[in-house]
């Protein structure tokens, strides 16, 4: 074996997988300097996003996204509950990211992935902070009763730029859910109207819908976002997880609609940020909200 | 247009700062790190043979326990735990002891605003103390925005309840050096202006979020300042070495 300042030599003997597993650096970087990737992207293109509404037919509101090979499902259970004190006209989300073994070679059961709560954690604060939600929307009887929704985001394959995926499968399944009809009953209760079987009429008429106009949320404010990597003097939009775990630089944009920074993410890593490199990422995050906009668009979502 | 901040302060004013290390005997290094109200503890072990699973051994690994005041750990402290972990990798130099596990443990003594700059600041003070080999030192600040547009520095817990957005930046230390101010520059700017870590909370325009990095910036000079005022105090004096 030689050494790797002679690698010119080895390359022209060894084959290019076993190159792209013995010094990965070098061999991304020979197609950097090309302006390309391995996958023959350029490096400011993210790759193909695929969105799926309404899968979960027991959730009421569910979302597939796929940015490439990375795969998220989310759904959402909406539930009643008594708001708290302090804010008696605003119901409430609860956001959970979840990584099951399914999704990674290196996520075993037993032993939840050290990024998952960290990722749940960022989602529940970008979509709140955003105020993609009116939480006074999820109220019900002022002071009595309001909405939980519980949002489960599933990671089915875990390929690089989690939360990208993450988020927009969480907006997504928003816009795809159905608040359930409810009525007061005669305790006071809050109880589902189920469609089956109306038993007998007269206990129908007495229960009202409560929320028959209201089914769905508005949602203003879509937060998108674009996780980028910064290597050297290069930036890399959308990495996959080859990409992520030889060059470590993560910075991730995240826009809303009205082009303002609900959050500009960046956790350690080799390369510094410096001013010319935050404004490329959020150009690179402008084209693609403007890209995840139309692909909303054409799902009719909002 | 000023603003008034309720303990006087001006907006680029930081609140008092202190530093002590060395208080633990049992750890490799420690420090105590203060601003203000807020009070943070940091421990070091390490380096400690073997790295955890899933990390490379050709390099040093470190592992970074976060305690809060009260309560349990919840995704919050996880958080924190990985924004301080991959900060500390990379100011570390991780060649230098390969296959080692070194343990940052945080223990926050008062939260009063500013709790991650906090503890940035204390980790990075607790790691010279253990004698970890550095690059620069990581000097972290918190940067609020106001509703008309200010920025303001460091704010306190009710300060930070009342703003609209605020932004925890992480910058290297400045350097002083002997080498004409050529040398040291990347892309037409410092080295001391690139960001390690940032973390926003809340709305801001773009425009907005550079005006905090600026702020953050002019105000790393007085905090590298004060960590090597700091540290070169008790180097001079014999008498607490050991």
Redesign the interface.
């Known amino acids: 074996m030689g050494l790797p300042d002679s690698s010119q030599d080895l390359t022209s003997e060894m084959e290019v997988d076993a190159f792209r597993r013995i010094f990965p650096l070098r061999f991304f970087e020979r197609h950097l300097s090309e302006s390309l990737r391995p996958d023959a992207r350029p490096l400011d293109k993210a790759r193909d996003t695929i969105v799926n509404l309404g899968l979960v037919s027991t959730a009421d509101g569910s979302a597939l996204a796929k940015i490439g090979s990375t795969t998220m499902l989310a759904a959402i259970r909406m539930e009643v509950m008594t708001p708290s004190t302090e804010s008696p006209d605003e119901g409430c989300i609860a956001v959970e990211f979840h990584m099951p073994p399914i999704c990674s070679p290196i996520v075993r059961p037993g032993r939840p992935a050290e990024a998952a709560p960290v990722i749940s954690k960022r989602l529940s604060d970008t979509i709140l902070s955003s105020g993609m939600i009116d939480l006074t929307e999820l109220c019900l009887v002022s002071g009595k009763a309001a909405w939980m929704g519980y949002l489960d985001i599933y990671c089915l394959d875990a390929d690089g730029a989690l939360f990208d995926a993450a988020l927009l499968s969480a907006v997504v399944a928003f816009s795809n859910l159905q608040i359930p009809v409810v009525a007061l009953n005669d305790n006071g209760r809050i109880v589902a109207i189920t469609n089956e079987k109306e038993q007998d009429n007269a206990s129908i008429i007495e229960k009202e819908a409560v929320n028959k106009e209201k089914r769905k949320l508005t949602l203003k404010n879509i937060p998108f976002s674009l996780t980028c990597i910064l290597h050297k003097n290069y930036i890399l939009a959308d990495p996959t997880t080859e990409e992520e775990s030889i060059m470590d630089t993560l910075v991730t944009v995240v826009l809303d609609s009205s082009d303002q920074m609900v959050s500009f993410y960046k956790s350690g890593g080799e390369a510094l940020a410096y001013s010319s490199s935050i404004k490329s990422c959020v150009e690179l995050a402008r084209k693609r909200a403007k890209e995840l906009k139309e692909i909303l668009g054409e799902m009719d979502v909002d | 247009m000023e603003i008034d901040r309720e303990d006087g302060r001006t907006p680029n004013q930081l609140r008092p700062l202190a530093c002590s290390r060395n208080i633990l005997h049992r750890s490799h290094g420690s420090a105590s790190w203060s601003q203000g109200d807020t009070k943070v503890l940091a421990a070091v072990y390490g380096p400690k043979a073997g790295t955890k699973k899933?990390e490379n051994p050709e390099k040093a690994c470190f592992e970074v326990i976060w305690k809060p005041k009260t309560g349990q750990i919840?995704?919050?402290e996880?958080?924190y735990e990985?924004?301080l972990?991959?900060?500390?990798?990379?100011i570390c130099v991780l060649t230098v002891n390969p296959n080692t596990t070194t343990s940052v443990i945080i223990q926050v003594v008062h939260d009063d605003g500013s709790l991650l700059p906090c503890a940035i600041n204390a980790a990075c003070a607790a790691l010279v103390d253990a004698g970890i080999p550095m690059k620069h030192l990581a000097v972290a600040i918190c940067c609020c925005l106001a509703d008309n547009g200010y920025a303001v520095l460091d704010p306190n817990k009710l300060e930070e309840k009342k703003m609209t957005a605020l932004?925890y930046l992480v910058f290297?230390n400045t350097t002083l050096s002997v080498l004409p101010e050529g040398s040291s520059l990347?892309?037409d700017?410092p080295?001391e202006?690139?960001?390690?870590?940032?973390?926003?909370?809340?709305?801001?325009?773009?425009d907005?979020?550079?005006l905090c990095?600026e702020n953050g910036r002019a105000a790393t000079a007085s905090l590298s300042a004060f960590f090597r005022k700091n540290f070169q105090q008790s180097q001079r004096d014999p008498s607490k070495a050991g």
């Open positions: 899933n919840g995704k919050v996880k958080e990985l924004i972990k991959r900060t500390i990798q990379s932004a290297p990347v892309e700017e080295v202006h690139g960001i390690i870590t940032s973390v926003t909370h809340g709305v801001m325009s773009v907005d979020y550079f990095v």
